[in-house]
């Protein structure tokens, strides 16, 4: 069994920063490509940013030069650092990962990648 947790969540003032973390535990043999999404009330969940197994990194265009996604392999973790906040990234934020490990399916354990997604936590931005 795998588990993503986040954490780092809470209210941030305009133009502040904020830290999530989301750390992966369980039998994981090792991880792809991690991201962190978020979502709105009213709005689609939308990629805020990803890094990749090998480091490459993406953002969304709203987020870009403001937030940096990082990884410590090590720890199975990822990290969204937010900073120059603005309300408009005020959201649920989730954090996901391709977890390579093996699951159960139908009483039996395959080896496979498998998509995680954490509970979420939420990131209010106001003054």
């Known amino acids: 069994q795998v588990q993503l947790v986040e954490s780092g969540g809470g209210l941030g003032q305009p133009g502040g920063s904020l830290r999530l973390s989301c750390a992966a535990s369980?039998?994981?043999?090792?991880?792809?490509?991690m991201g962190w999404y978020r979502q709105a009330p009213g709005r689609q969940r939308e990629l805020v940013a990803s890094v990749t197994s090998a480091g490459t990194t993406r953002y969304a265009d709203a987020v870009k030069g403001r937030f940096t996604i990082s990884r410590d392999n090590d720890k199975n973790t990822v990290i969204l650092q937010m900073n120059s906040l603005k309300p408009g990234d005020t959201a649920l934020y989730y954090c996901?990962?391709?977890?390579?490990?093996?699951?159960?399916?139908?009483?039996?354990?395959?080896?496979?990648?498998?998509?995680?997604w954490g509970h979420g936590t939420q990131v209010t931005v106001s003054s």
């Open positions: 996901n990962a391709d977890v390579n490990a093996y699951r159960g399916v139908d009483n039996v354990f395959h080896f496979n990648t498998y998509l995680y």
């Open positions: 369980g039998s994981i043999l090792s991880i792809g490509d």
